[in-house]
C-alpha cells in the first residue's frame, strides 16, 4: 500500500486503542520480527469482523504479543471466549500484561503449545478462527480446526499473499511453498467459500458452509 495512501486511511479511521498502541510500540522495542503485530489497520478490521459475527467461541493460533488477540476478543458475547495457542513461552508474561490492561483477560485461555497437540482437548464449537501460526502447518491447521467451526462459521487465515511470493511457483522457500499450498488447498475444498483480500500482507476469509 503506498504510503501516502495509508497515511490517508489512517486519518479516516477510528484512531488506534492507547492499549494497544502501547503493545505494538513495546513489541517493536522488545522483540525479533515486530511486524509479526497485527498492528492498526489489520486489527481495527479483525475487531470489526468479531463483533459483526458477536462469536460465543474464537480460537487464534498464533498469539505472538497479543495485539490481534485483543482484537479479536473485543467482539465476544459477553460469556464469550477466545482461546489462543502460542508455542514461544517466553512472549507469555508480556501477552498476559497486555490482555489485563486492555480488560479482556478473563475473556481468553492462553495455551501454550502447538496446536496438534491440544486440538484434541478443545471441546468448543468455534464462530470464529484466526489462523496465524508457521506458515508451514496452513493446511494442517485447517484440517484439524474445520470439524470444529459451525456451519456458518468463519476462518481468517494471515500472510497468504507472503510479500508476493506466492506467485514464485518454483520456490524452495518452505514458508512460501506452506502458503502456496494452502491457498491451493482452500481454492478446491467444497465444503467452504472463500475470498483473498489485499490488506497488509493478505487476508483470506473462509466460511464454512
Not at 511486524?35 to 480460537?59: T, V, Y
Not at 486492555?102 to 468448543?124: S, Y
Request: glycine content about 8%; some cysteine; charged content about 30%.
Amino acid at each position: 500500500m503506498e504510503q501516502e495512501l495509508e497515511k490517508y486511511i489512517l486519518e479516516h479511521s477510528t484512531p488506534e486503542d492507547p492499549v494497544l498502541e502501547d503493545l505494538y510500540r513495546q513489541t517493536h522495542l522488545r522483540f525479533v520480527n515486530p511486524n509479526r503485530a497485527s498492528g492498526h489497520l489489520q486489527g481495527k478490521f479483525l475487531e470489526m469482523i468479531s463483533r459483526m459475527i458477536n462469536p460465543s467461541a474464537i480460537l487464534e493460533i498464533g498469539t505472538f504479543t497479543g495485539y490481534s488477540t485483543i482484537c479479536l476478543a473485543l467482539g465476544l458475547r459477553p460469556d464469550g471466549k477466545l482461546i489462543t495457542v502460542e508455542t514461544d513461552d517466553e512472549l507469555d508474561e508480556f501477552a498476559r500484561y497486555y490482555f489485563r490492561k486492555a480488560g479482556v483477560e478473563n475473556k481468553i485461555e492462553k495455551i501454550t503449545g502447538r496446536l496438534q497437540d491440544v486440538i484434541t482437548t478443545l471441546k468448543e464449537e468455534f464462530d470464529l478462527v484466526f489462523i496465524d501460526g508457521d506458515k508451514r502447518e496452513y493446511c494442517e491447521y485447517f484440517e484439524l480446526v474445520i470439524d470444529k467451526v459451525r456451519p456458518g462459521g468463519f476462518i481468517i487465515a494471515d500472510n497468504v499473499l507472503w510479500g508476493g511470493k506466492v506467485t514464485d511457483k518454483n520456490t524452495r522457500d518452505q514458508q512460501t511453498r506452506g502458503i502456496i499450498e494452502f491457498n491451493e488447498m482452500i481454492r478446491k475444498q467444497d465444503n467452504v467459500e472463500n475470498f483473498i483480500l489485499p490488506l497488509r500482507d493478505g487476508l483470506m476469509i473462509i466460511r464454512k458452509k
